[in-house]
């Protein structure tokens, strides 16, 4: 596997892309693509949007910070058969021309720009004149924001001059952000995904287990015995926030799927 850049392949990321592979499917469907559409999928992780274009018969370019996701997500493309252009790049500076694509999609991934401002200009800059711009973000009262927030204590803060990645999920802020980019919202819709475990002990575990930034500092919050302290507070707040159904335990994470188009383009 490639070396990794950021933390990002420190855990079993993969393990989540696999639950977050319906919303993939949502937007994809949503986004109508059509064989020869030039798509572009901004921070594809392990190419789940990507994929799922090029199967539709599109041109399709797969975009990520991270080279070990982006291995992942090459490998899953040729055991498919599938043409796809695997780029490293970062979402505050795409690694391509203006008017490059005729769909952007970014799910869950260009919100963790470490630039909100520059990102959603870089969506509109290689989004066509005709094009389309379809994303999801996790709502700001979602419970993944909330257990950042549980998290919190334990690990290093954020960069101070960082705006949390759930604006993206807020039709208010992420309309502003866009507009600001030459980007008009034309449809913004919450949808619930629903993760399902054997019990909170499961839903810990896969919780802590796929965050990179959380397993890299492990070792240190070992030394320190603080990590177990972790595992209990991140179990006790799933715990409250689960609901047993069906004999498993079901936990609702809400996201915004939005999609937008050049302002210019809506005005002519």
Known sequence: ????ATTWAAG???????RLMPVAEAVVATAAIQPDDRVVDVATGTGNAAILAAQCGART?????????????RRRAAEDGLAVDWLVGDANRLPLPDDSADVVLSVFGVMYADD?????RELSRVCA??????????????LLPAIGQVLGRYLP???????PPSRWGDPEQVGRLLAAAD??????????????FAGADAATSLLIDTAGHVV???????????WEALRADLRSFVADHGVVDGGRFQLGLEYLLLTATPASAVTA
């Open 129 to 142: 004149p005709s094009g389309r711009v379809l994303l999801t973000a996790w709502t700001p009262g979602c």
């Open 183 to 196: 980007l008009k919202i034309t449809s913004a819709v919450v949808h619930r995904l629903d993760l399902s």
């Open 157 to 163: 803060p954020p960069p101070a001059a960082g705006a």
């Open 12 to 18: 079993d990321y993969p393990a989540m892309a696999r």
């Open 216 to 226: 890299a500092e492990r070792d240190r919050l070992v030394a320190q015995r603080r």
């Open 1 to 4: 596997m490639s070396a990794s």
């Open 116 to 120: 909100h401002d520059a990102a959603a």
């Open 61 to 73: 370019v797969g975009v990520d910070l991270e080279p070990a996701l982006l291995e992942l997500a």
